[in-house]
């Protein structure tokens, strides 16, 4: 056991160890987290780069002079780990390294939820010992329904496949600004390629296939009681080919010959592993955004490109801003009224924002693809500012008292914050 432990923290022996390419925008928030004493919950798809980012804030707990046998991680997927409870296990770390109790130090748990009782095990080490403990897992759904007993206890962040900043920095690539075509080229290898980090640094369909494969089987035919786990891949691709439509339970039902609770329940599970994201109507009414139909999208454009292929970049384009909007936690539905739409409506009704996603090189306000935000516009004329995410266009009219900015997709995923009011962002 003990030879276990010494292979998986490298730094005790101050033997070199792969962190991997940095991720800032996770790395910044190290200084939130050591400064509360809550249990940190990293969540996210499999080999979204949560282990990664573990070894990364050992890293950087080392750089800033915590002495290596004060830091303990456990991979606890591990099979040599099998039956052992997580305080074994800091037993065991403190006898090697004579740790009194009131000594502090802090615990990596990867893939917590692979530990027997690991909710009890928290609390009680919570609640009884100088620690800090930081955990990943990866479905949600299991951390959320079990984690309960840690409830006030932990702190959950979500970890997201690759931004496209996260993209660019892992290419190596930082054209200037100038060089818009060089952005517009990268930005198209993003909507195919995705943003898991492994397949950016080295893009394959079949590494695609076995991830998807890998999430079906361990993350919910596993966990679940789905008799016909077929049935999963086959509604997702369904998923795929409509992202952002409006998806009826009903159609989908019928055409997988199964019943629309058993879609429900499907899609809750595809969404606790973080394979797909319903989004609500944006509406003053709380019964029609419970109720109306949703658009569903997936969490990554890798994932639509292995079910569908290499085409439809309108469609990927609209997902990847969906998914930037929600990397920075900012709330958004859709607008629909008379068979017409707007992709992504954010803020409240006093102060509503429309944000419409057209893949194109040229713009005419008097096209006919712009009637739904013109709609929008009538029936909220308070409106004072609008997106259009375009693939090269870079402008700005004005429509009445409406500002409406057309921006180039690339650019907007760069720089996203610069569009929204800090109300509406983190």
């Known amino acids: 056991m003990e030879t276990t432990y010494y292979a998986l923290n490298p730094w005790w022996e101050e033997r070199d160890y792969n962190t991997g390419i940095n991720r800032p925008e996770y790395l910044k928030r190290l200084d939130i987290f050591l400064g509360r004493k809550q249990i940190e919950v990293l969540i996210g798809s499999r080999r979204v780069g949560k282990t990664t980012l573990l070894k990364q804030f050992i890293r950087s707990l080392v750089d800033r002079g915590v002495s290596p046998g004060d830091i303990f991680y456990l991979a606890l997927d591990h099979p040599s780990f099998s039956g052992i409870t997580i305080s074994e296990h800091l037993r065991n770390f403190r006898k090697i390294f004579m740790r009194e109790r009131g000594e502090k130090v802090f615990f990596f748990l990867d893939e917590v939820h692979e530990s027997t009782n690991w909710e009890l095990e928290l609390k009680s080490i919570y609640d009884m010992e100088n620690i800090k403990i930081f955990c990943t897992g990866s479905t949600s759904a299991l951390l959320t329904q079990q984690g309960n007993r840690l409830t006030g206890r932990q702190i959950i962040t979500t970890v997201y496949t690759l931004s496209f900043k996260e ?57 679940y009681p789905i008799k016909k786990g077929f049935v999963l891949k086959d509604l997702l691709k369904l998923i795929a080919a409509s992202s952002g439509s409006r998806t009826s339970f009903n159609k989908l039902g019928k055409t997988l010959s199964i019943s629309v609770d058993t879609i429900k329940k499907y899609i809750h599970h595809l969404e606790s592993a973080f394979l797909v994201w319903p989004m609500p109507k944006w509406t003053t009414s709380h019964t029609e955004r419970v109720y109306a139909q949703k658009k569903i999208y997936l969490w990554d454009t890798g994932l639509k490109t292995l079910l569908t292929g290499q085409t439809d970049e309108g469609a990927k384009a609209e997902n990847a801003v969906f998914m930037e909007l929600k990397r920075k936690q900012i709330d958004c539905g859709y607008f629909a009224e008379s068979q017409k739409e707007v992709d992504f409506i954010t803020g409240d009704v006093k102060k509503p924002m429309p944000v419409e996603v057209k893949y194109i090189s040229a713009f005419d306000w008097k096209d006919r693809r712009f009637s739904g935000f013109k709609l929008f516009l009538r029936r909220f004329p308070q409106t004072r500012k609008g997106l259009l995410i375009t693939r090269n266009v870079d402008t700005v009219i004005k429509s009445n008292h409406t500002e409406i900015i057309a921006v180039p997709l690339w650019r907007f995923l760069l720089s996203s914050d610069n569009y929204f009011d800090n109300a509406w962002g983190n």
Request: charged fraction near 30%.
């Open 167 to 223: 993209f660019m920095l892992f290419q190596g690539d930082k054209p200037s600004l100038s060089e818009d075509y060089r952005y517009e080229k990268r930005v198209e290898e993003y909507l195919q390629t995705g943003g898991y980090p492994e397949n950016v640094l080295n893009p394959s369909i079949e590494y695609m296939s076995n991830l998807l494969e890998d999430i079906l089987a361990r993350d919910l035919i596993r966990l």
